[in-house]
C-alpha cells in the first residue's frame, strides 16, 4: 500500500509521537516539512531502525529539511488531560512551532490535534509517509534522549534501558524505589504506588 500525495499542495508536515506507553516523562511530537529538492535516503518508522541509524537520519533531517519542530506535553498535563488528549496538545505544538507554515499536515495514526491547517490522518502513516518517517524519527531521538539524561539523575531506575516503558525491569525499579516526580500518576501501575504512600 503506497500514500498516495494529493496534486498540487506544496508544503507538507509530518507530525507523530513518541511515549503514549511509557510510565514516566514527557509525550513527544515531531512536525517536519522536507525539502523536495533534497532527498534523504533510508527514512522509515523509527521503530524499524537501529539507535545507530536513527541518530544519523535525525541529523540529516535537521540539515536537509525545510522546516522541523518539536512539540510536547508534560506528565501533569498527560494526567490532568489524559494520554490521548495530551498527544494531540504536544501534535498541535509542534505544528505551531514550525517557522514555515504548512497547507497540509500529515498525523500517524487515526486522529488528526485541533490545527487551523487542513489535516488528514494517516494510520501506519510513520511507514507510509516520508514526512511522518522524518517526524517519527526526530520524535524518537529526543525522547529517547531526555530518557538518558533522567538515567544519569537517577541511575537505579535504568531509564536508558527501558526509556519509561512499563517493563518487567521498570516495574520492579518502581515497586523497590518508588515513583519520582517524573512518573505518570493517571497510569494504573504508578497511581498504585501513589495509592499506598
Known sequence: MEFKYPVGVELIAGVDEVGRGPLVGPVVTAAVI???????EGLKDSK????????????????????????RAEP?????????H????????AVENLKISPHLVLVDGNRVPNLEIS???????????????????LAKVARDQEMKELDQQYPQYAFAQHKGYPT???????????????????????????DNV
Open 34 to 40: 522536507l525539502d523536495p529538492n533534497k532527498r534523504i
Open 48 to 71: 524499524k531502525l537501529s539507535e545507530k541509524k536513527r541518530l544519523l537520519l535525525a541529523e540529516e533531517i535537521k540539515q536537509k529539511a525545510l522546516a522541523w519542530s518539536l512539540g
Open 76 to 84: 501533569e498535563e498527560i494526567d490532568e488531560l489524559n494520554i490521548l
Open 86 to 93: 495530551a498527544t494531540m496538545l504536544a501534535m498541535q505544538r
Open 119 to 137: 489535516a488528514q490522518a494517516i494510520v501506519k502513516g510513520d511507514s507510509l509517509v516520508a514526512e511522518i518517517s522524518a517526524a517519527s524519527i
Open 168 to 194: 518487567k525491569l521498570h516495574l520492579e525499579k518502581l515497586a523497590e524505589f518508588g515513583p519520582l516526580p517524573q512518573h505518570r500518576r493517571s497510569f494504573a501501575p504508578v497511581r498504585k504506588l501513589f
